[in-house]
């Protein structure tokens, strides 16, 4: 059971660059989510999804998309990266929006 | 709105010492409430939790009590460790009918426990 991984676990990339962050859990989790965690401002949420072909915003969702084609997969894209983006990214899943939530390990994305 | 006050840190202590990291909290509904620890390098993970007023969640001798006269929920543990040294997030849901919201996360304390 390897609950939530992310990959990669860093990047680089230049600004107006695109990539795609990827995030898959294992335990038939239907909610999971997107944040990114900058100093001083906490876990800020992205977009979320309840299950299977759907999908919100959170508070800071301009400059990413997500889609959720199976229960296991949360994609996260960067459509053309900027250096507000710079952040540490954390997937979570759970089985309902207000549970548990359980957290990869983050990617630490800079674009220069 | 749905929201949670943390105090801002850092806190630095000795090994040994008393903590307490105070956490309030703002809801409409009936909340349930969640601590949870970031250790360096590292996702978040829950570390304790509570779902109705008067409990008390506690794991690895963390404690920390449902208090619904004064909205808090504040974390507790009698001698920190080295290990203890991570960065502290408090949390809350609100159920209500047709399905529960989404976490509350506060801003995060940042804990340094030195030798």
């Known amino acids: 059971n390897a609950g939530v991984t992310q990959t990669p676990k860093f990047q680089v990339l230049k600004t107006g660059q695109s990539m795609t962050l990827q995030c898959a859990q294992d335990?038939?989790?239907?909610?999971m989510s997107w944040y990114r965690q900058d100093p001083g401002m906490g876990l800020r949420l992205i977009h979320y999804?309840?299950?299977?072909?759907?999908?919100d915003q959170g508070e800071v969702p301009n400059g990413y998309n997500v889609s959720r084609s199976t229960t296991e997969d949360f994609p996260l894209r960067l459509l053309s990266a900027a250096p507000s983006q710079t952040s540490v990214y954390f997937c979570?899943?759970?089985?309902?929006?207000?549970?548990?939530?359980?957290f990869g390990p983050g990617t630490r994305l800079t674009v220069t | 709105g749905n929201s949670v006050t943390q105090m801002e840190g850092p806190v630095t202590l000795s090994e040994e010492a008393f903590l307490t990291i105070n956490c309030t909290y703002t809801?409409?509904?009936?909340?349930?409430l969640f601590w949870y620890v970031q250790y360096p390098g590292e996702g978040l993970q829950l570390l304790l939790k509570?779902?109705?007023?008067?409990d008390k969640g506690s794991n690895k001798g963390f404690e920390a009590t449902y208090r619904k006269e004064t909205t808090s929920f504040h974390l507790e543990k009698g001698s920190v460790q080295v290990s203890d040294s991570a960065v502290y997030f408090c949390?809350?849901?609100?159920?209500?009918?047709?399905?529960?919201?989404?976490?509350?996360f506060g801003k995060g304390t940042k804990l340094t426990v030195n030798p």
């Open positions: 509570a779902t109705k007023a008067d």
């Open positions: 335990m038939n989790h239907e909610y």
């Open positions: 999804s309840v299950g299977a072909g759907i999908t």
């Open positions: 979570a899943s759970s089985y309902f929006s207000g549970d548990e939530q359980y």
């Open positions: 809801a409409t509904g009936y909340p349930s």
């Open positions: 949390a809350l849901s609100v159920f209500r009918e047709g399905g529960s919201e989404k976490l509350v």
